[in-house]
């Protein structure tokens, strides 16, 4: 009989649950509902609507689950980090599914799912530089597998994913702004706007971004230049800054791994993918692919790191499970 482990994944704006095969690594449901056209006019995710839409579509797709209860082993679910209110939603349902089923619950880091999620269906994980690039993080991570991994460069401030989010509602539009900012730049291809790039020429590992979304609301108050042309010139800066940061680790302190992945819905950007490629080649550094579909928030990922989880007896009970809004504990 398989043994099968059901993930849910409700942490921001997409609620979304999945269902793996633990000994196969293979996904044999995989469902998630995207929040994106609710957030849109608000510019950015509004805690409590996303809360409303989880307690709404979470349900629905458990329906799904039914023809395979008997088979599963253990419930999954995001504990950590994420909105409070959009958390509990799936934490409430795991709870519930748990004592239903009599299964255990296994509760999982986000950032750990992301940087799994270019393991999803594949039973082996290899330690690798992991750029976590969303609307909440922008982090490189050393990353082991399910414990003993480290931040590397965190961000100071905004993320990047945040940072095109803040550029694309200065423009007057929504949410969310990467792939909104990453579409007018895309006919342009020459840096009229040429912004600085934060941290350069210091000897900080670090990212930072407001200072780039502050000198972008400068340049738009200018009136001097069209949306395709600032939003050429921030993307650009934007990722030139993550390269720059990198390259700077790696002239400080060497290099440990020999592959990177970029994880995380902003490493769906085209440019962070191609300069990112680019300059791992120069650097004799190989590079993860990830099937898209998995780059922005999924229970799928959820599900894979919550196999390594079950392997290892890891699991908690619904008693002592809790929301952990701003948690890392699982992950470092
Ligand atoms: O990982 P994700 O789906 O949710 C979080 O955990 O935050 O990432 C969403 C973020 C948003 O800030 C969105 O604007 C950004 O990823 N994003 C992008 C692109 N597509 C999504 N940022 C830059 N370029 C893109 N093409
Ligand atoms: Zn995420």
Redesign the pocket.
């Known amino acids: 009989m398989p043994k099968l482990i059901v993930s849910i994944e409700s942490?921001?704006?997409?609620s979304s649950i999945a269902i793996t095969d633990i000994d196969s690594c293979k996904l044999i449901i995989h469902k998630k509902i995207s929040q994106e056209k609710l957030h849109y006019r608000y510019g950015g995710v509004v805690p409590e609507l996303a809360s409303r839409m989880h307690s709404k579509e979470l349900p629905t797709l458990l329906d799904s689950i039914k023809p395979y209860t008997e088979n599963i082993v253990a419930v999954a679910v995001t504990s950590e980090p994420?909105l409070n209110v959009s958390l509990l939603q799936g934490i409430t349902m795991a709870k519930a599914m748990s004592l239903i089923l009599k299964v255990p619950i296994i509760s999982v880091n986000?950032l750990l799912g992301?940087i799994y999620s270019p393991f999803i269906e594949k039973i082996s994980f290899f330690s690798h530089y992991s750029l976590l690039?969303?609307?909440?993080?922008s982090m490189l991570i050393e990353a082991k597998g399910i414990s003993n991994n480290k931040i590397l460069i965190n961000s100071l401030d905004d993320?990047?994913?945040?940072s095109?989010?803040k550029a694309?509602k200065m423009l007057g539009f929504g949410?969310?702004?990467?792939?909104?900012?990453?579409g007018f730049a895309e006919d342009i291809d020459d840096d009229k706007v040429n912004f600085t790039l934060p941290l350069k020429s210091t000897n900080k590992i670090a990212f930072s971004f407001s200072g780039l979304k502050n000198a972008f609301r400068l340049e738009v108050e200018k009136n001097i230049w069209d949306k395709h042309q600032l939003s050429y010139s921030f993307?650009k800066a934007?990722v030139n800054h993550i390269i720059d940061r990198i390259r700077y680790l790696f002239k400080k302190n060497g290099k440990t791994f020999s592959h990177l992945s970029i994880v995380?819905?902003?490493?769906?950007?085209?440019?962070?993918q191609d300069s990112m490629k680019e300059f791992l080649s120069k650097n004799s550094l190989q590079h993860i692919n990830i099937d898209m579909q998995y780059?922005?928030?999924n229970a799928a990922m959820i599900g894979r790191v919550a196999i390594e989880l079950y392997k290892s007896g890891i699991f908690t009970d619904h008693s002592s499970l809790e929301s952990n809004p701003n948690g890392y504990s699982p992950f470092l």
């Open positions: 942490s921001c704006d997409d994420g986000h992301h690039l969303s609307g909440g993080h993320s990047f994913g945040e095109f989010d694309s949410y969310p702004g990467g792939p909104i900012i990453e993307q934007c995380g819905g902003a490493s769906a950007n085209k440019t962070m780059s922005s928030d």
